[in-house]
């Protein structure tokens, strides 16, 4: 027997009087079948699909509190608002179902499962970026934390920051949908670009089996040395410069000072002498 711990009072029926995260993550997603299927599923055309046999989904399910208690052991804070239901104080049709917020900082959070196979945090954050964005708007914070436990047996945290700008698009995009389900004129994508999420550098990669990588290395070091002798020379050369000196000239370089005061320097070619005329 398949277990789904969220109550299901009236749910499905409530979901159709407002846009949820989830709403948000198919309305600016790239499936004009799955954004047909949902303007159906608010105008009352459709039920909403039937979760209890795919066991993805239930895995999320379950493993929902112990996703929140990693996480309030492994940064120390402690999450409220659990399963809290809110509405925008001003779009009323935008609503949130929240998985918590950080009681330190007021971060929205949510607890996810994903599938170790080709996981990444780009493609994570990616994934979810509408829901956190959409759920951030509608409770007026400033970021979220996604919390993820793989199959793997890995648990990942990713900070997200409220991003004005997909917000605003994200506003536009549901406003545009809520209006077709009132109209009944079908919505078509509105293909909105995810921003790139700015993520914490926190991996150590090994490049030795990079060719590439070897060959840039080896001209690193065996220039590395000869540069740093170079940019030195260039300043005590700027040094040597008379102040009032426009171009000077030298042992096979000229220097030249700019307008601004800049100085800049180039190598002179020396001439072949003339061959003589008889």
Known sequence: MILNKRPQFCFDKDRRTFIGGSDARIIMGEDAGALLRLWQEKRGELEPPDRSGDLVVQLGNCTEDLNRIWY???SGHTIQDVQRRVRHPIHKWMGATLDGRVEQTGTVFEAKFMLPWNFSQ?????KHMAQLQHNMWVV??????LSIITGGGQWVEIKI???????HLLLMAEKKFWRCVHSGQPPVLFNIETPRPRLDAVKIVDMST???????????LRTRDAHGEHEMAKADLKKLMPEEAKEAIGH???AKRSKSGAISFEAQVAEEPHASVK
């Not at 780009?122 to 990616?126: I, R, Y």
């Not at 007026?140 to 934390?145: C, E, G």
């Not at 920051?161 to 917000?167: C, E, R, S, T, V």
């Not at 990079?210 to 080896?218: H, I």
């Open 122 to 126: 780009e493609a994570a954050a990616e």
């Open 161 to 167: 920051h409220a991003d004005p700008l997909y917000q």
């Open 252 to 254: 096979g370089i000229k």
């Open 140 to 145: 007026a914070a400033r970021s979220a934390v």
């Open 210 to 220: 990079s060719n590439q990588w070897a060959e840039l290395a080896v001209t690193y």
């Open 72 to 74: 309030e052991r492994s």
